[in-house]
Every structure is written in C-alpha cells, then in structure tokens.
C-alpha cells in the first residue's frame, strides 16, 4: 500500500533548538519526495524535493531508501518557522500522473 | 500573475444542498487536482486532470463530480451535500519541470 506517515501530530520546541520532522513512507516503485509547509494564513507551498538536494531556509531532508524514511531537519529553529508540515510522495517516470500522497501533517510550534 | 484560485472562500450548506466550487490557473499548466483537508488525515486526492477533456478519480471520488472546462479551469461539484463533506479544499496545478503543484488559497466548506 501506499503510504506516508508523519508520526507527530505536534512538535513544539524552543526558539534555537534543533528540529526534526520525521517521515515514513511506504511505496512500490521509486518515489519523489517533497515536503509542503502551510504558514498561517498562507496557501500550502512546497519547501523542498528529495531529487534538488537543496536546503531551504535553513531546512534540509535526506532519503533513506533503507528505512524509507524522509526526515525534515533544521539546526536551529526560528520563531518564523511555525507552520504544518506536510510530507508528500508521488511516482516517478513515464506515466507519472503528478498525484500526491499527503502524510498526516505535523504542526512545528517554535517558543520565544 | 495570480496562480490558482478559488471561489468562493467560505460556503455554508445545508445537507443535501449542491453546489460547485470553482478553480482557475493562468500558468498554462496541463494537469489539476481537487484535494480535501481533514483534521489528522491530511489532504486527500478526490480527483485530478492530466490534462484538458481528462478526468480520473482519487483517493476519495464518492460524493463527486469534477469537470474540466478547459485547460485554465477545474470544478469540484457536490450533487448532494453531506455532512461528511465538511472540510477545507484546495485546488492544485502542477508544474511538469520542477515538479511542484502550486495550490490554491482553499474553500472552506460547512455542511449542516
């Protein structure tokens, strides 16, 4: 079946410390990855894609194909930072319709 | 410049009202989609548009029914308003290179 989980519904931590999004996905075939972010107020907006290897506002997510895993992570989080987080997959190649598999979403809440 | 949008922003039905809620890109795109928001399950596909006179059903179709105007538009309609119903949808387009759907700012939809 195809899958993502976002284990937590909620991630609250304080203004400088790190963070990390965790993401499970499960998938036949070799997926794309991305994670969309939704500030308040604001329409959901992607933030970054496995296959760019790029870091966005400080925010980087590395593939682990072995534990399936796409964990979003920042070094030191920012009170701007606050938003939902979603992971997302889609398939790849020819016939790639574009779909995307939402996880749950977690909201990251960064304390003064 | 505007993207994606949609009408209307807010809409309060009365369980088995119909109504179609109405989406527009101007970035020349091919390919649509009509995802719902649910409170811990995500956005969920209902249906999507590969490209102009297609249409397919998603995770979520039942209750549905989507048209395809043309290649700028794509409406959502509900024939007969259920409770269940009730939630947040966003309209997408997707960009073939970079692969990214730009979403629109949401309808928020209350079933009584």
């Known amino acids: 079946a195809q899958r993502v989980t976002q284990p937590e519904k909620l991630l609250s931590v304080f203004k400088g410390a790190p963070v990390e999004l965790k993401c499970n996905y499960s998938?036949?075939?070799?997926?794309?990855l991305f994670w969309y972010v939704q500030y308040s107020r604001q329409r959901l907006q992607l933030l970054l894609r496995h296959i760019s290897r790029e870091s966005i506002k400080g925010f980087t997510a590395d593939l682990n194909k072995g534990e399936t895993s796409f964990h979003l992570k920042k070094p030191f989080a920012q009170e701007e930072d606050s938003a939902m987080y979603y992971c997302?997959?889609?398939?790849?190649?020819?016939?790639?319709?574009?779909?995307?598999?939402f996880g749950q979403g977690t909201t990251l809440q960064v304390k003064p | 410049n505007a993207g994606v949008t949609q009408t209307p922003k807010f809409q309060v039905l009365k369980t088995g009202q119909s109504m179609t809620l109405q989406c527009a890109q101007d970035?020349?795109?091919?390919?649509m989609y009509w995802y719902r928001q649910d409170p811990g399950m995500g956005l969920r596909l209902i249906y999507y548009?590969?490209?102009?006179?297609?249409?397919d059903k998603g995770e979520v179709p039942n209750g549905y029914n989507v048209s395809r105007l043309n290649k700028r538009e794509f409406s959502l309609r509900l024939e007969s308003a259920a409770p269940s119903q009730t939630s947040v949808y966003f309209c997408?387009?997707?960009?073939?290179?970079?692969?990214?759907?730009?979403f629109g700012p949401g309808t928020r939809l209350t079933v009584l």
């Open positions: 997408a387009s997707k960009s073939p290179v970079p692969d990214t759907q730009y």
């Open positions: 997302a997959l889609s398939g790849r190649g020819s016939g790639n319709t574009g779909k995307l598999i």
């Open positions: 998938y036949s075939g070799s997926p794309e």
């Open positions: 548009s590969a490209s102009e006179g297609t249409t």
């Open positions: 970035m020349n795109h091919n390919s």
